[in-house]
């Protein structure tokens, strides 16, 4: 049996999981509700089917000198259980799949769990349930689609095939190898440089009696229908995750900026015919931010890019009506730019999809 080491990724993941033992921090859960007369019999097989193609879902492991190893273990065909819930209630059915969710996995067997269900007459799916060590949210989405493509594939009659999946033993190998290099040297003495000089740090709320706790409370925002199609096929293109492109655009929203630093985009920006999108794109910032330094510091001069944020209120001058007035026009004209913008895209969308229709 051939053993690696864990990843950068997989390292940072244990360590969390022994800071908060025995909890759920490290799941990564899914539930798909199938409609129409489920034939469990196939879907178990889908489920064999992927399991066995998929190296990665065989990943276990193994503590060796003092040092955690990971390795890929044999596949073994599993019936996986069916729990009947015909009977339930919604929120019966609901209770079950929390208390799924929220049971720790056990480092030392499989870091995947799949349970089937019925729901009714016509109803039915089954319960994903992956460990983080071996996937993410992006995975988990891809494998969901592959288990119901195999699965409808079966039902009608067709020879499934897969394409190779990637092999995460030479992600780990590739990961050390640029560990060792010079170009690693290089790229640390870089970042080390960069995060000496730091900055100002993004400004979160905080609460001095909130405990740390693995326990968070997940918002729900749906975007439109095209919008969601435009960010997925974008990351079709361009091989990145969603988590990736959100995960940026958090950035450029929490991104601070010192007084200087404000100044000197307020100058690029006046001298190149202020072109916000230019100048957000360049020095990584948003659109918004950009026009908003422009317009305070042609109203206010260098004081109109000072940051306020954070400060006691009783540190500030007082604000006047005039002042609260500009405030609330600058939000509506922000909330008018927003709905712009989406509209913009929204129509780009259309166009590119009228023009798929016609090639």
Known sequence: MEYFSLSCSQKNIVSLEKVFPGTSVSNICATIHMEGDVDYELLQESLHLVLQKDKTLHIRLLEKDRELMQYYAEYRKEE?????????????????EKSEAE????????????????????????LMKLHHLIGDGWSAISLCNKIGNTYLGLLEGKEISFDKAPDYKEYVEEEQKYLSSRMFGKDETYWKDVLKKGGEPALFKTISSAEISPVGRRVSYELPERLNQAVYRYCEEKRVSPFAVFYMALAVYLRRTGTEERFAIVQDCLSNDKNYGAMALKYNCSYQQVRNWVKRYEKMGSAGLEDRRGRRAGSQPARTPEEELRD????????????QMENDLLKKVRELEMKDRYL
């Open 103 to 126: 049971q720790p996995f056990s480092l030392d067997g499989a870091l995947y769990q799949f349970k089937l269900f019925r729901r009714g007459e016509g109803r039915g799916g089954f």
């Open 328 to 339: 609330k026009i600058a939000e509506l004209e922000r909330r008018n730019r927003d709905l």
């Open 80 to 96: 996986f259980s069916i729990y009947d819930f015909s009977r339930a209630s919604k929120e019966g059915f609901e209770t079950w």
